[in-house]
């Protein structure tokens, strides 16, 4: 008798949960939406004849690539924690408690406080590209590195949380 095979569709009780089953339907459709979106993307640089939205959605497409892989990653991840124990799944389980735990709230700490710096220089550059804001592509690209700079904050602030 050849070996069963369990996947990630598996309905038996050696197979994944239905909670499993169906977290795992709905990344790796995202996963593939997003492949599908970064065509359209790709497509649309290539044919456009202005420079600047060319530049605009080649920023896109860069963000796209990195939901992507963290999708496809997410349900890598779910399939290895529900089919092999979560040996091999890239997304780490929180395992701060691993490292010394004054080091990673000092080290988060400094990082914090330059990502706070960073926001306030990003505003007060922004205030004084305000005569060009309409006219070139340069506060809105530095509106977006603030926006960046928020969610650094936010990784930053769920370790010093979860540290
Ligand atoms: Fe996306
Ligand atoms: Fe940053």
Known sequence: MGEIMIDMKNESSAG???W???LYAHLSEHADAERGLLEQ???VAKETPSKAFQYLVNL???EEIRHHKIFSELAESLKDEALAGGRNAIIPTLD???ANH???LDATQRLLANEQKDARDLKGLRRSLRDVKDTS???LLVELMERDTQKHIAILTFVRKHA
Do not use: C
Request: aromatic fraction near 14%.
């Open 16 to 18: 994944p949960s239905p």
């Open 41 to 43: 993307y790709s497509t």
């Open 60 to 62: 896109l497409i860069e």
């Open 137 to 139: 592509l340069w506060s």
């Open 20 to 22: 499993e089953r169906d």
């Open 102 to 104: 004054d080091a990673v």
């Open 96 to 98: 701060f408690d691993r």
